[in-house]
């Protein structure tokens, strides 16, 4: 069965960092662009980063410079470094397998399969 | 405020049918990018409900169905059971932003 799970949340001091991982079982982490959404407390949901297979990454830009996406083959998992946290920061935050197609003269991506997700707390 | 915009609401009675929008813009649904939906129950993780517009995975109730014309996107769910009370969210590409994005979220509540 494919699955994701995260761990490596918890309550952080502003300016404080944290490393979420996600664990993946049933498929290769690298094979895939792999991502990470949030969810603040009664909010919706919010794309943070994608690793594309080949390596590249990408940001939102309210988490650019603070947060780093990456993985690691030989545990089969997709980490996010987060720094420099806010209060806003808080949130749910869950990895997501991506699956890709193309569609007249676009690449159009959706998240196929979630974890259930770490919580990250920013307060003081 | 989300790029994509769905009423934050929608209720009906069990059986019932009930559609609910997606509204993009022109550097996103109306440029050509596709619409998937999620579902997240109360307390849960999202789930892929719907993907490329109007595609189910395996597992999904054809109950549910998608659809999109010109700068928006449209679920509908036909035969309203008590189990589809959940958020849904849009989620497309956004052209000018180069970010993934979502809609806001649907609440739907049977009665």
């Known amino acids: 069965e494919v699955q994701l799970e995260e761990s490596g949340g918890g309550l952080v001091h502003p300016g404080g960092s944290l490393r979420l991982s996600c664990a993946g079982s049933g498929f290769i982490v690298n094979s895939h662009y792999m991502s990470w959404v949030r969810q603040a407390p009664g909010k919706g949901l919010e794309w943070v980063s994608v690793?594309?297979?080949?390596?590249?990454?990408f940001y939102a830009d309210s988490v650019k410079g603070r947060f780093t996406i990456s993985r690691e083959t030989s545990e089969n998992t997709l980490w996010l470094q987060i720094s420099n946290l806010r209060t806003e920061d808080t949130a749910v935050y869950y990895c997501?397998?991506?699956?890709?197609?193309?569609?007249?003269?676009?690449?159009?991506?959706?998240?196929?399969?979630w974890g259930k997700g770490t919580s990250v707390t920013v307060a003081s | 405020q989300s790029v994509l915009t769905q009423p934050p609401s929608v209720s009906g009675a069990p059986g019932q049918r009930v559609t609910f929008s997606c509204t993009g813009s022109t550097s996103n649904i109306g440029v050509g990018y596709d619409v998937h939906w999620y579902q997240q129950l109360p307390g849960r993780a999202p789930k892929l409900l719907i993907f490329?517009?109007?595609n189910r995975p395996s597992g999904v109730p054809d109950r549910f169905s998608g659809s999109k014309s010109g700068t928006s996107a449209s679920l509908a769910i036909t035969g309203l059971q008590a189990e589809d009370e959940a958020t849904y969210y849009c989620?497309?590409?956004?052209?000018?932003?180069?970010?993934?994005?979502f809609g806001g979220g649907t609440q739907v509540t049977v009665l």
């Open positions: 997501a397998r991506v699956a890709g197609y193309r569609s007249g003269r676009f690449r159009n991506y959706y998240m196929d399969v």
């Open positions: 490329g517009n109007n």
């Open positions: 989620q497309s590409y956004d052209h000018s932003l180069s970010d993934w994005v």
């Open positions: 690793i594309y297979y080949g390596g590249e990454t």
